[in-house]
């Protein structure tokens, strides 16, 4: 049996309906799908279907090959936990405390960022509060790949680091949740490496000694918020903003909109550290391009949007970017960059 030990540093908090709970974290039933996906095209050169061929003949398949899942096992642990959450409180309308249909009392999380909408989606409305959805952050985590595969796992930790610097996981990762980096692969440190090959924008915020780290991630999810929002209203595609290009009228003709996905991902990598007395939080947010949901939206897969989309956060949001950003963040801005890569 050969093994692979990876171990993970976690950037921005996962979404998860089990917070509370001992060992939270990344759900092995998320992460496997998504790398056999990403190790499938990159054995087919960036075809997916030519890649489960090569598996195939490679004998990586489960079984005897008749699904695309690679014959590998991952084990997922964490330690540490930072609380990160976010207050739980009555969800009310008016006023008026909500409740299910069974009588029980409905809890919300904190709104965001202008109490219009909610941080973490999955709670608008209300849930009973057992069943609140949360954030959680770990400060070690570890996977284990297992496989009898030898080749199979020299191609995993071939791939590891860029996919793993590419993917977030969890609820809302277009939106900067659920984002890591690989640190160590079995036991040796991995040199930091950066992954975006679209755009990103860096920032430093100055922390106040008594700091809630929750407020923090808040910061960042804020700057998304506000770049995505800027995005929707001033990017045209075909004549129409991207507000209404993601939204379509479902093939039943039900005349109800259909919500397309973000054809941008946004990753965050947070960093707090601690210098001669100050406390430091760096930011850098890599966006990347969901190529088949610009193509389903353009019907083209060309560059255009990506080029219309550059240039709207330099023209826009760059054009006084330190500002704009000091108006968003709780935390004093020591700089700020922007850049294409």
Not at 293 to 321: E, L, W
């Amino acid at each position: 049996m050969h093994k692979l030990e990876i171990k993970l540093k976690q950037h921005t908090p996962l979404i998860h309906f089990q917070h509370d709970q001992e060992g939270a974290t990344l759900r092995a039933s998320e992460v496997k799908p998504k790398l056999d996906k990403y190790l499938l095209t990159a054995l087919g050169r960036g075809n997916y279907q030519a890649g489960i061929a090569q598996a195939r003949e490679n004998g990586w398949l489960i079984g005897k090959g008749d699904h695309p899942a690679l014959d590998y096992k991952i084990r997922i642990e964490a330690k540490a936990f930072k609380d990160v959450s976010i207050p739980v409180k009555p969800q009310k309308v008016r006023g008026v405390q909500q409740y299910d249909d069974f009588g029980r009392e409905l809890y919300t999380t904190n709104s965001y960022p202008d109490n219009k909408a909610s941080l973490i989606m999955s709670n608008i409305g209300g849930r009973v509060r057992e069943e609140v959805f949360n954030m959680v952050i770990a400060k070690n985590v570890k996977m284990l790949f297992i496989s009898k595969k030898e080749r199979l796992i020299i191609e995993i930790q071939k791939h590891i680091c860029r996919f793993i610097g590419r993917t977030s996981f969890g609820n809302r990762t277009s939106k900067g949740f659920g984002s890591f980096e690989v640190k160590e692969i079995d036991g040796e440190e991995v040199e930091a490496a950066f992954y975006s090959d679209d755009f990103s924008l860096s920032f430093a915020m100055l922390l106040d000694q008594d700091y809630r780290e929750s407020e923090v991630y808040k910061d960042v999810f804020r700057v998304i918020h506000r770049i995505w929002k800027d995005m929707k209203n001033l990017v045209h595609v075909k004549g129409k903003n991207v507000s209404d290009v993601l939204l379509k009228i479902s093939p039943q003709n039900t005349r109800q909109a259909e919500r397309i996905p973000s054809p941008i991902n946004f990753k965050p990598l947070v960093d707090i550290s601690e210098s001669e007395g100050q406390i430091y939080c760096d930011v850098v947010i890599s966006m990347f391009y969901n190529t088949e949901v610009i193509k389903q939206v353009t019907g083209r897969g060309d560059s255009t949007y990506y080029k219309q989309c550059i240039a709207n956060i330099k023209n826009n949001v760059g054009k006084n970017i330190f500002s704009y950003i000091d108006n968003i963040v709780t935390s004093k801005l020591e700089s700020v960059n922007l850049e294409e890569v």
